[in-house]
């Protein structure tokens, strides 16, 4: 025997790939098809689901995907090849230029997935995206009201990737703290960064994707940011519906929060600028309320409250506990003068000019860290809350999209490392990774609550599947001999090599019985 390799491997995807096909969303990756093809040699399918499988399975480049991919028996078994197609080869092509034979040559080369998986247009790739979205929303994944967080993140390139005009890569240049780990208060530089930029909805409670947005990276943020929250709402829409969204200071304009307040009708978070004139007022506001506050007194429109945490840090007998002390002020009805469906304008000089009234929380200091005076973060909103925290615990969950989406996807799903050096390579790799993330969290859930189910005796959709899915593979192995390959369970291998394996042997099990099963002639003994 050359190898042998177990057929459980394949298993999570196996079970992956019926979650998909379960929720209605096996069509969409067969639309992606970009039906150009003349005299093809493979299924468009099956580089979908190859660029599905290295997404998910955290492959780092498409030049790895052949070592852990396409050289692998079982789960290359799952797109339709044999066993003798992974070790040969599909086909011979490339093989007059090869100097080296290789002992596995693969279904097919990581060059082929990504010459066509490139292909993909937009439009198609946005489908899937939304439609698998909208088959999660059926679902029930997401909360009935959902309180969404909206951001851009950078897909950095290089300038030499080839885009879809032929034109030069997008870029921007920008003042960048050096990445100095002993100075974090080095003085930034000038820096350009080239590529392009996603914008995401992302829902925090599910930490799933709603909506994207590709563009380049020289795009302002609020340019497509209604377009996008527009998108994931319609994603939802039937399901759930978007109660509010938080973003970052790059998406303060004027009219976009109030086209977002007024037609989306959703609550609006979101930080002021240091040098803007609601700023000042607001941290002016907010020091006399705490001045009041000491001394017993409260003001007018304004709400001063303190929250301390108590955090345990270590284990055992050498556990403390720190007190971490969070202090805000929110101020009710401060009159913004920009924040209008025409944002700033000079009609704000007239008398008849009615501003906007939103509230303010000054946050003094947050989780025990010291106060630095005229730093107070401002945050905004529309919240008719009364709670001193509300703004404040809204926007402290904008974070979430940064570490476990925006990190995440450049981390450990390599949304940065394309399969081609171009605009479209980025696009569909980006469109992948964040389908992806989307479906595996949702399948990680649906897993949960059917054990959960099964646990008590309720009979699953995916318990059957499981059940067939373990009995067709439990204890099988493939073993390889020369250009000869055979699929046995793992008691067989023992019995045709000569160990007697005594629970069989009881039940009348012999290598004989296992070669008539296989009809296979018994070794010439004499």
Not at 86 to 114: C, H, W
Not at 179 to 207: C, L, M, Q, Y
Not at 333 to 358: E, H, I, M, Y
Not at 484 to 501: A, K, Q
Request: glycine share 6%; aromatic share 8%; charged share 30%.
């Amino acid at each position: 025997m050359d190898r042998i390799y177990p057929l459980s491997e394949a298993a999570f995807f196996d079970e992956f790939f019926h979650y998909i096909r379960e929720i209605g969303a096996s069509p969409l990756l067969e639309e992606l098809d970009p039906k150009k093809r003349e005299g093809a040699s493979y299924p468009f399918i099956q580089f979908v689901l190859i660029t599905i499988m290295r997404c998910v399975g955290g492959v780092e480049s498409m030049l790895a995907t052949s070592d852990v991919l396409l050289t692998d028996e079982a789960l290359m078994g799952l797109l339709g090849f044999n066993a003798a197609q992974v070790k040969q080869g599909s086909n011979d092509r490339g093989l007059s230029r090869r100097t080296k034979p290789l002992e596995i040559r693969g279904a097919l080369s990581y060059e082929t997935v990504a010459d066509n998986i490139v292909k993909v247009g937009p439009e198609k790739l946005s489908a899937m995206f939304n439609g698998a979205i909208r088959c999660l929303a059926k679902q029930g994944v997401f909360p009935k009201r959902i309180d969404s967080v909206l951001d851009a993140t950078d897909d950095e390139a290089t300038p030499t990737y080839k885009t879809d005009a032929g034109g030069d890569v997008p870029s921007v240049t920008r003042e960048k703290r050096p990445d100095v780990r002993a100075n974090k208060h080095a003085r930034k530089v000038k820096v350009t960064v080239f590529g392009w930029k996603i914008w995401i909805v992302f829902e925090p409670v599910s930490k799933t994707p709603l909506a994207m947005k590709i563009d380049g990276i020289n795009v302002a943020d609020n340019e497509h940011a209604y377009e996008v929250l527009a998108q994931a709402r319609a994603n939802v829409e039937g399901h759930a519906s978007i109660r509010s969204v938080a973003l970052d200071r790059g998406f303060l304009d004027g009219k976009l929060l109030s086209r977002i307040d007024e037609e989306a009708g959703a609550i609006v978070y979101i930080p002021a600028k240091s040098n803007m004139t609601i700023t000042a007022d607001a941290r002016e506001i907010a020091r006399r309320a705490q001045t009041l506050s000491v001394q017993g007194k409260p003001l007018d429109g304004a709400t001063y409250a303190e929250r301390v945490e108590r955090v345990t840090h270590g284990s055992g007998k050498k556990a403390w506990v720190k007190e971490r002390k969070t202090t805000v002020v929110r101020i009710r009805d401060l009159p913004c003068d920009w924040w209008t469906p025409q944002g700033s304008t000079s009609a704000a000089n007239s008398k008849r000019f009615q501003p906007k009234l939103v509230n303010a929380t000054v946050v003094l200091q947050w989780d025990g860290a010291p106060k630095d005076a005229e730093k107070e973060v401002v945050i905004l909103d529309t919240d008719p809350s009364t709670d001193a925290f509300a703004g404040f615990d809204a926007y402290d969950d904008r974070s979430l999209i940064e570490n476990t989406c925006n990190r995440e996807a450049k981390e450990s799903w390599f949304l940065e490392h394309h399969p081609k050096r171009s605009e479209a390579g980025m696009r569909v790799h980006a469109y992948f990774v964040f389908t992806c993330m989307a479906l595996v969290t949702a399948f990680r859930l649906h897993q949960q609550q059917a054990e959960e189910a099964e646990s008590r005796g309720e009979e699953t959709g995916i318990g059957r599947w499981r059940r067939q899915l373990e009995a067709k593979n439990r204890d099988k192995v493939i073993v390889f001999s020369g250009e000869r390959f055979g699929i046995f369970r793992n008691y067989e291998v023992m019995l045709l090599v000569g160990v007697s394996v005594r629970e069989r042997t009881l039940m009348g099990e012999s290598a004989q019985t296992v070669l008539a099963r296989c009809r296979a002639r018994p070794p010439n003994t004499s």
